[in-house]
DNA sequence: ACCCTTGACCCTGGGTACGG
DNA sequence: CCGTACCCAGGGTCAAGGGT
């Protein structure tokens, strides 16, 4: 770009003022890259320059590749003379380190663009530079060198472990709400931040199945493109561990008595009381890891964690959802579609989100995310009492007086939060004034359904696709009495039923087993736990507190 | 000509250490 | 306890080049 000092009035802009001469050139600036150029060029001058200092572009011009590719050399091997084919020789740093120099002062460079060409162009473009990156490479693939610093995924036996461990201990937002972000993070496969801008006006009735909720994702790249915050689908979970419809539900009835909700319908973050749609979701994803760092740091996590090599962060939730899935048997591009990620396959398919197909992938995988089984609350038989009305006035009135009748989700969470109420295992699991509430006002008109009977069932779902239009069935419950032929397909239905119907039962079976599964899996982990807390002991006498923690 | 892969670059966020 | 510096991962865009 040459400087023009009449380039205003070349353009016919008369109203731009002529500079009395040609503007001199200014420097670049980055925040982001500032530190790292800065380091390149007191290592080149050998000398230390401030972070307020600023280069010319006209004093950048001599850099050739070579100074380039010293210099990652010496940021990953401690010096210039680096031989590739020397094993012993390792890097000390990972290669998106080496990147993120490069990266740093290609910004900087007078000629950003262009390749080098042997004499002239961006020398951080050329092959000695490229090499350098290449060969750090090749030694972490080589498991030489410093350590990938990637969390891993959560196990399935740790995800449990954390949802056990954040209920009934704490206050309201460090157990019911996490729980609750967490089971919503998981079923859609999101980002901790993405969760963390989650609002109440997200969640709506699903337009086609009345058992389900839809729910819009914001995410933090790219939401200038609405169309690629698409509607998801919210569906029940066999095993509560796992159900973001009872998590949600449980979560949100209580929510409004902490001061959440407060800006409004259409303005109020579900997730936290702020409203400033800055600092709202960045305090609260703040929170949310702080919380589950906790755990993660906590004795009887580690008791589980231990056992497993890698490092944990917040991202390995997201990871452990996306593995889920996958082991489900759904494919890595479902999976992608339902994580919002961009189609790995073809990098161009940027409309991947807009396709006709995308419902129906993002439902099955949602069905893979609902262990045990997808399910719909419904009311039992005989609960003819039980009219929405009442469901309204008892179960949930903060949450419908909320949404003022405006894509009111209160009534779909009401069965969720009654079985909730009226189940043993959730004693521990409730804000105690919203159950005592449900059960008080149970206790006045259950007559119709026999003691010990929950009100509300959940009934399995069957997903299935035709001419890929989604169609979710619920599935009859069978009948106890032993039918003998599992597979044989002998009765006279159609083959699109007995179809329906193994699945079912093969999906009964796998829950039998996972939930088999689970409790050996807990055994192991008290008797895993009894350990740990002896061997601390055993430790505490020895060596003392102090280095206890150090060892956690 | 078109599709797909690959390489290069850009930008944001997570995690940790450290100092005030 | 909080802000800042630093290291690193990873999701994104764009363009060149190879295959059909």
Redesign the pocket.
């Known amino acids: 770009m040459a400087n023009n000092a009449n380039a205003g009035a070349a353009f016919g802009l008369e109203d731009v003022p002529d500079l009395p001469e040609a503007p001199t050139e200014q420097p670049k600036y ?1 925040r ?2 500032h ?2 150029f800065v ?1 390149f060029m007191s290592w080149l001058h050998k000398r230390t320059y401030t ?1 307020a200092a600023r280069f010319q572009p006209s004093a950048l011009a001599g850099i050739q590749p070579h100074h380039v590719a010293d210099y990652l050399k010496w940021r990953a091997y401690g010096t210039t003379d680096v031989d590739f084919k020397d094993l012993e020789q390792n890097p ?9 120099d ?3 002062i ?2 900087y460079m007078p000629i ?1 663009g262009a ?1 080098w060409n042997g004499t002239s162009g ?1 020398p ?2 050329s ?1 000695p ?2 090499e350098v ?2 060969e750090v490479k090749k030694a ?1 693939t080589q498991h030489r060198g ?6 891993r995924d959560l196990t399935e036996t740790e995800y449990r472990k954390v949802v056990h461990e954040l209920y009934g201990k704490g206050s309201f937002e460090s157990t019911i709400r996490t729980a609750c972000m967490l089971k919503q993070q998981v079923h859609l496969i999101t ?3 993405d969760i ?1 801008k989650l609002k109440y006006s997200d969640y709506k009735p699903h337009p086609d199945f009345p058992f389900a909720l839809s729910c819009k994702v914001h ?4 939401i200038s ?1 609405e169309r690629q915050c698409p509607d998801q689908i919210i569906l029940g979970s066999m095993d509560t561990d796992f159900c973001a419809m009872l998590g949600l539900a449980n979560y949100m009835e209580a929510s409004f008595n902490y001061g959440y909700g407060a800006a409004g319908r259409e303005d109020a973050f579900l997730f936290t009381p702020e409203s400033d749609p800055k600092l709202a979701p ?1 305090h609260c ?2 929170a949310y ?1 702080n919380i ?2 906790a755990v993660f740091l906590s004795a009887p996590f580690l008791a589980v964690a231990l056992l497993i090599a890698g ?6 939730i ?2 452990f959802a996306a593995t889920l899935a996958r082991g489900m048997g759904a494919t890595a591009d479902e999976v992608d579609i339902r994580g ?3 189609a790995r ?6 409309d991947a989100y807009i396709s006709p197909e995308q419902p129906w992938i993002d439902a099955r995988v949602a069905e893979k995310l609902c262990m045990g089984a997808p399910i719909a609350y419904k009311l039992h038989p005989d609960a003819k009492r039980v009219t929405p009305d009442w469901l309204i006035e008892h179960v949930v009135p903060r949450t419908h007086a909320f949404y003022d009748g405006v894509n009111d989700i209160s009534l779909h969470l009401a069965l969720p939060l009654l079985w909730a109420a009226l189940d043993e295992s959730w004693e521990e699991r409730m804000e105690p004034p919203v159950r005592v509430r449900i059960q008080d006002a149970y206790e006045r008109i259950k007559a119709d359904v026999p003691v010990g009977v929950n009100p509300v069932v959940k009934v399995p779902l069957s997903i299935w696709t035709h001419n890929t239009k989604l169609h979710i069935n619920e599935i009859e419950p069978m009948d106890t009495g032993g039918g003998g032929g599992t597979a044989g397909g002998t009765t006279g239905t159609t083959g699109q039923a007995s179809t329906r119907q193994v699945a079912n039962q093969s999906r009964q079976v796998t829950a039998m087993q996972t939930q088999q599964q689970v409790r050996t899996n807990e055994e192991i982990l008290t008797r895993i736990i009894a350990q740990h807390n002896q061997l601390q002991q055993l430790i505490a006498q020895k060596v003392g507190p102090a280095t206890v923690r150090l060892l956690l």
């Not at 410093?146 to 969390?151: L, M, P």
Request: positive net charge; charged residues 40%; aromatic residues 6%.
């Open positions: 980055n982001d890259y530190r790292l380091k972070k000390t740093c990972r290669s998106s380190t080496l990147e993120q490069k990266k740093a290609s910004f950003k390749t961006n951080t473009k092959d530079v490229n990156v290449k972490e410093k350590k990938s610093c990637a969390t980002r901790t931040d963390s995410w933090s790249k790219n493109e960045k994803n703040a890891r589950l760092k490092v944990l962060g917040s991202h390995s997201r990871k919002r990620w961009k396959l073809s990098g161009r398919v940027v």
